[in-house]
């Protein structure tokens, strides 16, 4: 299986210019749905749970559990796929040492309503049953935009304003709705890892909040011309990731189409 960051090569041109990370898709298509499949169906429901439903079901197919998980309208489709590629992207690049990965969209009231508080939450517990200020916490804020660019319109300052959300009160409130889940999953020990990252007080952690955004190739210089730089300056501390992606509609229609065979 090949990783999905060898789809993209960094321009390193443009990065350094603007300050922020720019990953060009340069991958084939074709290839990188087929790649991505697996992974965003397990996303929305595990193989565990799959079988569980078969072995009770006489009417439910595979096909049937998977599908109604997935997103109907097209711009819940767009988000869920920023949000599910950002997941990959990171645990596989820059958070790595992730050992606790919420699949939040098996939680999802709604195929087409969205998933609650921070997009991307990541978790690492260096000690299962310590607290140690090495343990981290990632969270990204994703933004997919393949429509007409408005003239005051930038996918990279909304990915920023709301990793800067996600600083400052977002991802404490998304702690608790983790536990929760976990509990009503029966995943208790999941459950007490996540309660660690609930008191930042008593043992302090590191943070890393990030900004994405996915777009389409020929949008890249009107995002980057109307990007906040005020904003991305006052808030250093906060990466911003730009991937600009020929045919990205497309790709993610062709990937929700093939989700449910898989």
Known sequence: MASLISYFTKNETLSAKENIEVYEFTGDAVDF????????????????????????SKTSSRK??????????????????????SLYLWTETWATDANILPMKWRWKEHPDMPSHLVDVILLNRVDPDKASTADK??????????????????????????????????AAKAIPYLVLQYERDEEYDLSEQVKRFGDPVGVSYQKKHCAIAIVESE????????????????????PVYYLPVSSLRQIYLDLYNEIPNS
């Open 33 to 56: 749905v087929k790649e991505c499949v697996d992974r965003f169906r397990k996303a929305y429901v595990s193989d565990d749970k799959i079988n569980k439903i078969l072995s009770s």
């Open 64 to 85: 049937d559990i998977i599908g109604r998980r997935l997103p109907n309208e097209n711009r819940n489709k767009a988000g869920d796929f920023g949000e599910i590629l």
């Open 137 to 170: 916490m990632y969270t990204v804020e994703s933004k997919v935009w393949t429509s007409r660019v408005p003239d005051d319109h930038s996918s990279l300052t909304q990915a920023l304003e709301g990793a800067v959300t996600d600083d400052v009160e977002r």
């Open 219 to 238: 949008q890249i210089d009107l995002h980057l011309g109307n990007f906040d730089r005020s904003l991305h300056k006052v808030h250093k501390h906060i």
